[in-house]
């Protein structure tokens, strides 16, 4: 799982596997964002998922929420070469701060 | 569509001279504006945020400022580089509307210092 204080979590597999990353987080937040980091550009947006939410899915995405653990977790079914990439979680504790997480590089191979 | 533009690209620059970064966000008015900096291999720090023209609260202090002198620009500078600013620089914007959290990066400027 990440975390800021965490080092970059590291996970290598196979095209075509599903995969699952996890997200822990320490303060209040009405949402957790995942992002997407692909070596040298800005990170983009991929899932909200807000508090009163269990679960939200976009294509192959699949977000969950545990709030009473303050844990989040990232699904990729059937990666790609091109999810390769470095994957963030972030919270908001509010007044328009984003707190990002350590993040997991995935790494596909074709 | 929006877009937001951030200038330079990369930037090598000494110890103890100044910088300036730029950001400018086009197709949306009154963005909340946000300055991120991120070492090589780690996660995104937030330095700076504004919600409006003039107006911009620090939210980590690296020898950094920041300004909003427009509705769609924000400007990072420093006086003074530091061995320890490397990295890469991030603007970004998010929506007003605080029911849909929406965060658009620009592509970034890659700083070093030497």
């Known amino acids: 799982s990440q975390w800021g204080e965490e080092n970059l979590q590291a996970l290598s597999i196979q095209e075509g596997e599903d995969v699952t990353m996890n997200c822990s987080y320490k303060t209040y937040t009405t949402v957790v964002q995942w992002y997407r980091q692909k070596s040298g550009k800005g990170p983009a947006q991929l899932i909200l998922i807000r508090s009163n939410e269990r679960e939200k899915r976009s294509g192959r995405l699949r977000a969950t929420l545990d709030t009473s653990s303050q844990s989040s977790s990232l699904s990729i079914t059937g990666t790609l070469a091109t999810d390769t990439a470095v994957y963030f979680c972030a919270t908001e504790p509010g007044g328009y701060k984003v707190v990002f997480g350590s993040g997991t590089r995935l790494l596909v191979s074709p | 569509a929006q877009t937001i533009h951030q200038w330079p690209v990369a930037e090598i620059k000494a110890v103890g001279s100044p910088l300036s970064l730029g950001c400018t966000i086009k197709?949306?008015?009154?963005?909340?504006l946000y300055w991120y900096w991120q070492a090589t291999g780690g996660t995104l720090q937030q330095l700076f945020y504004?919600?409006?023209?003039?107006?911009v609260e620090s939210v980590v202090q690296l020898n950094l400022s920041a300004s909003r002198p427009k509705d769609d620009q924000f400007i990072l500078s420093t006086e003074k580089l530091l061995l320890s600013h490397s990295g890469f620089y991030l603007c970004?914007?998010?929506?007003?509307?605080?029911?849909?959290?929406?965060?658009?990066f620009g592509s970034g400027t890659r700083l070093l210092v030497i």
């Open positions: 197709g949306k008015s009154s963005p909340n």
């Open positions: 970004a914007w998010g929506s007003l509307d605080t029911s849909n959290s929406d965060y658009t």
């Open positions: 504004s919600i409006t023209v003039g107006q």
